[in-house]
């Protein structure tokens, strides 16, 4: 049995032997690595050589420098474009605060004219009075509003171009009835200061117990001494 055995291994039958060399597995990834990088180049140059040939480099660039040209001066365009949108809306701005304070000044400047206006009624309605000297009431009116409540209008005038200026105040009387019986009524507050040069138009408000009955109003202009300057009774 052993004989056979050798005789096995010694003869053409015999199993093959392969002789390999032992490298660390650390060098075959080194060797690996090194031929890889080595076929990666090889081919990156032949890209680059073949873009270079075909002139495909050459135009991708000169492609990008204009594309990067257009975009600057879209986005200069852009600027420009919102700079003037930026002004027009100042201006419009500008404009619209300025028609605002104008329809603020008509309004006003209406307002004035209507109070002239008024004035210039009140006026009209003064009677024709003849030459005198000293304080005069014109155009004393009176209404009554409501129970309670009458409201009154007067002109005060002193005559002349150039009158000095009058300091005094003006008393107020309502006569009536109160009840069947006759009333007279001077508001609590009592006279009112009255300061002009030459004309001073007064009007105002007089609180009185609703159950009276006003027939007559009373105005009387006194002077800082209490001395009566002018006199004027209207009927309601």
Request: no cysteine; charged share 25%; glycine share 8%.
């Amino acid at each position: 049995m052993r004989w056979k055995l050798m005789r096995r291994r010694l003869s053409i039958s015999a199993p093959r032997m392969i002789v390999r060399s032992h490298l660390p597995w650390p060098l075959r990834w080194a060797a690996l690595a090194v031929v890889l990088g080595f076929s990666g180049a090889i081919a990156m140059w032949a890209f680059e050589f073949g873009k270079d040939i075909a002139g495909l480099d050459r135009n991708a660039s000169a492609e990008l420098a204009r594309l990067r040209t257009e975009v600057t001066q879209l986005h200069a365009e852009r600027d420009r474009t919102q700079s003037i949108n930026n002004t027009a809306d100042s201006l419009i701005k500008a404009e619209r605060a300025a028609q605002e304070r104008l329809t603020q000044q008509i309004k006003q400047l209406e307002a004035e004219n209507f109070a002239l206006k008024s004035d210039l009624g009140f006026f009209e309605r003064l009677l024709p009075a003849g030459a005198h000297s000293g304080i005069a009431i014109r155009a004393l009116q009176a209404e009554a509003k409501e129970p309670g409540k009458l409201r009154f209008q007067l002109l005060v005038m002193q005559p002349g171009k150039s009158p000095p200026e009058f300091r005094g105040r003006y008393e107020i009387t309502l006569g009536g009835t109160l009840g069947g019986k006759p009333w007279l009524f001077t508001p609590p507050e009592g006279p009112r200061p009255l300061q002009m040069k030459q004309y001073l138009r007064v009007e105002g408000m007089i609180d009185h117990p609703p159950d009276a009955v006003v027939t007559t109003v009373q105005i009387k202009v006194l002077d800082t001494s209490g001395g009566v300057k002018a006199t004027q009774v209207a009927k309601v």
